[in-house]
Nanobody
Framework: QVQLVESGGGLVQPGGSLRLSCVAS????????MAWYRQGPGKKRELVAR???????DYADSVKGRFTISRDNAKNTVYLNMNSLKPEDTAVYLC??????????????WGQGTLVTVSS
């Protein structure tokens, strides 16, 4: 099994910054795509940012220029640096990883989510 543990959420004022972390553990052989999704109040889950094994990245239009996704393969960790936060960024942020486990199975794993609240 592969597990994900997220951290770094909290309450921040508009214009502020936060850094989210997601650590993968368990029977990991390869970590492939790593991504952050979010689900705001009354909204559908949406992709925020994705980073591939090649380190190529994709971002939602709403966060381009403000958020940066990165990964540290040695630590099995993906980060999301969030700057210039807006109230509309308020959401539960969920880590998503596609991996191959030591049995050779391809798995997709979700974290439990971390709440980000942007409010004055």
């Amino acid at each position: 099994q592969v597990q994900l543990v997220e951290s770094g959420g909290g309450l921040v004022q508009p214009g502020g910054s936060l850094r989210l972390s997601c650590v993968a553990s368990g029977n990991i052989y390869i970590l492939r795509d790593m991504a952050w999704y979010r689900q705001g109040p009354g909204k559908k889950r949406e992709l925020v940012a994705r980073i591939k094994m090649s380190f190529n990245t994709d971002y939602a239009d709403s966060v381009k220029g403000r958020f940066t996704i990165s990964r540290d393969n040695a630590k099995n960790t993906v980060y999301l640096n969030m700057n210039s936060l807006k109230p509309e960024d308020t959401a539960v942020y969920l880590c998503n990883v596609q991996a191959q486990d030591v049995s050779g199975d391809n798995v997709e794993v979700w974290g439990q989510g971390t709440l980000v609240t942007v409010s004055s």
